[in-house]
């Protein structure tokens, strides 16, 4: 069978009261495009528990791309975050899109505790230094759905046995997104920067396709 020629990048809808999400946008405005030898296929993904992992089950099924690259907003952070690792948990006190509540409860009651990100995040975290673009490798996805979504990515790719690359990136709020919510000092990078990061980091990972 041919190699795929896809690579998924996935957004989250509005959650937490907030009624705009960078990631829901980057991954609108990158659907369609091409990146190398490669075309985007996007999803923007709802923030409810239960229906993340058979969507994006759905969307890999279909598709078998080479890479999945999530993406999701992380209020408050200052810079880019390239996720390490990803946990088999659910743990949070505020509820998601549906009204669920989850405490330490395991996202696979099969699955191993915790899988590592397959994206080359420390060539992407180079290549964004380069451009000037703020970045960081972080060791903690939380846990909610963006930690979710990134274990049942991976998870995905090691029970299935695909060739596919899987890894989560934390976008930060944009100035907009700390306007509306009456927090003007928080941390923020204008969207078409995080856009231009999330480019070089699909670029990035072409090359060891």
């Not at 041919?2 to 989250?12: A, D, M, N």
């Not at 989850?102 to 180079?126: F, H, N």
């Not at 695909?162 to 976008?171: D, K, P, Q, R, V």
């Amino acid at each position: 069978m041919p190699k795929s020629k896809t690579i998924i990048v996935t957004g989250f809808e509005p959650f937490g009261g907030y009624d705009y999400n960078p990631s829901e946008q980057i991954a609108i405005q990158l659907d369609g495009s091409q990146v190398g030898n490669f075309v985007v296929k996007s999803l923007v993904l709802p923030v409810d528990t239960n229906i993340v992992p058979r969507r994006l089950a759905q969307i890999v099924t279909e598709y078998q791309p080479v890479a999945l690259v999530l993406l999701g907003l992380a209020f408050g952070r200052d810079g880019i975050s390239l996720e390490r690792i990803a946990v088999n948990l659910k743990d949070w006190q505020f509820q998601d899109n549906a009204g669920n509540l989850k405490t330490d409860e395991p996202i696979d009651v099969t699955g191993p505790t915790a899988y590592l990100a397959t994206l080359p995040i420390r060539q992407i975290k180079a290549a964004l230094d380069v451009a000037h673009i703020p970045a960081h490798i972080s060791n903690t996805a939380g846990l909610y759905l963006c930690n979710q979504v990134m274990y049942s990515g991976l998870h995905l790719a090691a029970t299935q046995a695909l060739e596919m690359l899987c890894g989560f990136i934390h976008l930060p709020a944009t100035p907009e997104l700390t306007q509306a919510t009456g927090k003007p000092a928080a941390p923020a990078l204008l969207l078409e920067t995080q856009k231009q990061a999330v480019q070089i980091a699909l670029h990035t990972l072409t090359l060891l396709l």
